[in-house]
Structure formats: structure tokens, C-alpha cells
């Protein structure tokens, strides 16, 4: 079956670094979205890898290594406002998304 | 960029009532329109795909005479929440990709609609 994994939850503090992991398994691979959600608002694009290697865009980065079915999304000084859920979204031979549950990213002070 | 809206963006209704939700996209054209649902702290639930022209596809456990979708166009798709019942409360998103961006195949989400059946 289709299947993604990521964090539930996890916490970090301002200004510091923090790398959110997801694996996949799909039918087929067209490519590996990461999502950023804040509560009550819907998914905001944020990157799109569909070779191996990182992909960086400011202070957010995305690397994809698609023999091990792995991604990450690396968020570097992190502020207040990054605290949001995270979620990581495969395509499959179908174009079909496949969702991961999103990791709540929690900033401290 | 690429924009998509939604309306309403929230909605009380009374339990028994039909309800629609209208997706558009703005500025580019979608010859695919996703339908999500999101429960409170849950992920995002693909309900169906819209194409333009043809019958929606459906996902296993979604009642395609419940939740009817028509895609007329290829700048708007509705979904309407036939018989709505409190257990349909939920957070409706919609998402379009666009037709003529090749390979990037990137989902637009609209901010969605928020339904509260009493």
C-alpha cells in the first residue's frame, strides 16, 4: 500500500534549526511536496522535489533521496511564526497526492 | 502566482439543509480540482477529484450522492453537502492544479471553508 510517515509533533526554539523527516512509499513517484499549515488556515505550498539532492529557498530547505524513499524539510533561524503544522506529500505514478498525518512544529521562546 | 478562492468561508447550517461550496481559480486554468476534508487535528482527507467536464472521482468511503461535485468549467468547481448532518462539521478545502504548468504539478489550495451543521 501508499504510505507516509512523519513526525507528530515536535518542539524547537527561535532561532535554532530543526529537520522534519518523511519517508514514503507510493506507486510510482512524480515528486515530494512539503505543505505548511497553520491552524485553522489551509496548506500553503512551501517546496517540490523530484531529484535527489536539496533544494534550499531562504531560510527553508528540502532534500529528497528517492532510492531510500526519504525526504526532509530543514528550517533554519526559526521564528515565532514558523510554528505550524508541516506536512509531507508524495505523488504517485497517478499524479495522485498521497498526505502525510503533518508534524506540529512547536516554536519556543 | 497561482490563486484559488473559496466561498464561503464558513457556514452554519441547520441539520437536514443542502449546502455549496464554489472553488474557483483565479487566474489559471484547472482541469483538475481536488476536494479535502480536514477533521480538527487530523490530516487532509481527499475526498474527490474534480475534472473538468466529467464525473468526479470518488474515494473509497465517500458518498458520491452525498457529497456531489460538478466541474462545469475550468475556473470552478462546487461541491455541495447534500442532507448535511452535524458528523459532516467539518474544515472543506479545495485545491486546483494548473493545466498548462508541465511537470511542477503543484496543488493550489484555496483557504477553505469552514461548515458547522447544527
Known amino acids: 500500500g501508499q504510505n507516509i510517515d512523519q513526525p507528530t509533533e515536535m518542539t524547537a526554539t527561535e532561532g535554532a534549526i530543526v529537520q522534519i523527516n518523511c519517508t514514503y512509499q507510493t506507486s510510482g513517484f512524480n515528486g515530494l511536496f512539503w505543505y505548511q499549515q497553520h491552524a485553522g488556515e489551509a496548506p500553503t505550498f512551501l517546496s517540490y522535489?523530484?531529484l535527489d539532492g536539496l533544494e534550499e529557498k531562504g531560510r527553508f530547505s528540502s532534500f529528497l533521496s528517492r532510492s531510500k524513499g526519504y525526504s526532509y524539510l530543514l528550517l533554519k533561524e526559526l521564528q515565532m511564526k514558523d510554528s505550524a503544522s508541516y506536512l509531507c506529500a508524495a505523488m504517485d505514478s497517478n499524479y495522485q497526492l498521497i498526505w502525510g498525518a503533518g508534524t506540529k512544529l512547536i516554536i519556543k521562546p | 502566482g497561482a490563486v484559488v478562492s473559496q466561498h464561503p468561508s464558513w457556514v452554519i447550517c441547520k441539520s437536514g439543509t443542502s449546502v455549496k461550496i464554489e472553488c474557483r481559480s483565479l487566474d489559471f486554468q484547472a482541469t483538475t480540482m481536488f476536494w479535502y476534508r480536514q477533521f480538527p487535528k487530523q490530516s487532509l482527507m481527499l475526498m474527490a477529484t474534480s475534472n473538468e467536464g466529467s464525473k468526479a472521482t470518488y474515494e473509497q468511503g465517500v458518498e458520491k450522492d452525498k457529497f456531489l461535485i460538478n466541474h462545469a468549467s475550468l475556473t470552478l468547481s462546487t461541491l455541495t453537502v447534500t442532507s448535511a448532518h452535524p458528523e459532516d462539521s467539518s474544515f472543506y478545502i479545495c485545491?486546483?492544479?494548473?493545466?498548462?504548468?508541465?511537470?511542477?504539478?503543484?496543488?493550489?489550495f484555496g483557504p477553505g471553508t469552514r461548515l458547522t451543521v447544527l
Open positions: 485545491s486546483a492544479r494548473d493545466a498548462l504548468a508541465g511537470d511542477y504539478n503543484e496543488q493550489v
Open positions: 522535489n523530484v
